[in-house]
């Protein structure tokens, strides 16, 4: 008997902590009080992790510098947690998280801010850079470049993104990099030359030298001097 009266006791104490847990939950949910962690919550702090082992300092960089810049991440870290929805504080974290190189931790960071700050182009294209150039994810690269040129389609960070993403680390979509060119020419004027340019050397390497010529044509006609050095630098674009 007395073990079957231990094991209503022990009972009893367990409902009875569901019961107090219980009710936190439901005045937590009304607003009233603060208890558990959201779900937003943990999701951010698993982002807001500062793991020494994840940081790089760039070549030339002084020791000290580096230091100093880990240090700034519990700062920036603050910031984010004393509101979780602000797209700056995140920006920032993850500015530093990559300069630090850490890139996944960077990644992390901005898409929170491109989530509060969807209209962000200059979010956008680092995240397109990061997935390009250091994470290698083409495709993740290729959707955050287009979400800056839907904010800002005159966006040359964008542009030129997206022209070494299909040139170099996209292949299987080599056949829209003239259309994505002739597109920035007509959205972004002020840098044709650019973009000619890459026509240019894009179809030279294709050993497509009649096309390489009609686009050198185009550079000619707005920058002779620039049509001139890349026949110096491309002898076979010389008829």
């Given at each position: 008997m007395p073990s079957n009266k231990k094991v209503?006791?022990?009972?009893?104490?367990?409902?009875?902590?569901f019961l107090v847990l219980g009710l936190l939950w439901y005045y937590q949910t009304q607003g009233l009080?603060?208890?558990?962690?959201?779900?937003?919550?943990?999701?951010?702090?698993?982002?807001?992790?500062?793991?020494?082992?994840?940081?790089?300092?760039?070549?030339?960089?002084?020791?000290?510098?580096?230091?100093?810049?880990?240090?700034?991440?519990?700062?920036?870290?603050?910031k984010v947690l004393s509101n979780l929805q602000d797209p700056?504080?995140?920006?920032?974290?993850?500015?530093?998280?990559?300069?630090?190189?850490?890139?996944?931790?960077?990644?992390?960071?901005w898409k929170k801010a491109f989530e509060f700050q969807p209209l962000n182009f200059v979010t956008a294209l680092n995240l397109g850079n990061v997935y390009q150039y250091f994470l290698k994810d083409p495709n993740q690269a290729e959707y955050y470049y287009k979400k800056a040129l839907e904010v800002k389609p005159d966006y040359t960070g964008a542009y030129i993104g997206l022209?070494?993403?299909?040139?170099?680390?996209?292949?299987?979509?080599?056949?829209?990099?003239?259309?994505?060119?002739?597109t920035a020419v007509k959205n972004d004027a002020s840098n044709a030359v650019t973009y000619y340019t890459g026509l240019v050397e894009f179809f030279v390497g294709e050993e497509n030298l009649a096309k390489a010529r009609e686009y050198l044509a185009k550079i000619r006609g707005i920058k002779p001097n620039a049509a001139a050095d890349l026949?110096?630098?491309?002898?076979?674009?010389?008829?």
């Open positions: 209503t006791v022990f009972v009893s104490i367990i409902l009875g902590i009080i603060k208890v558990f962690p959201t779900q937003e919550e943990r999701d951010a702090n698993k982002i807001l992790v500062i793991d020494r082992s994840k940081f790089k300092a760039a070549e030339g960089l002084d020791p000290k510098k580096f230091e100093e810049e880990i240090a700034k991440l519990d700062d920036l870290k603050k700056v504080a995140w920006f920032n974290f993850g500015y530093a998280k990559e300069f630090l190189n850490d890139h996944e931790g960077a990644v992390a960071a022209m070494d993403l299909y040139r170099y680390n996209l292949k299987d979509k080599k056949s829209e990099f003239e259309p994505l060119c002739l026949e110096a630098s491309y002898p076979a674009l010389k008829q």
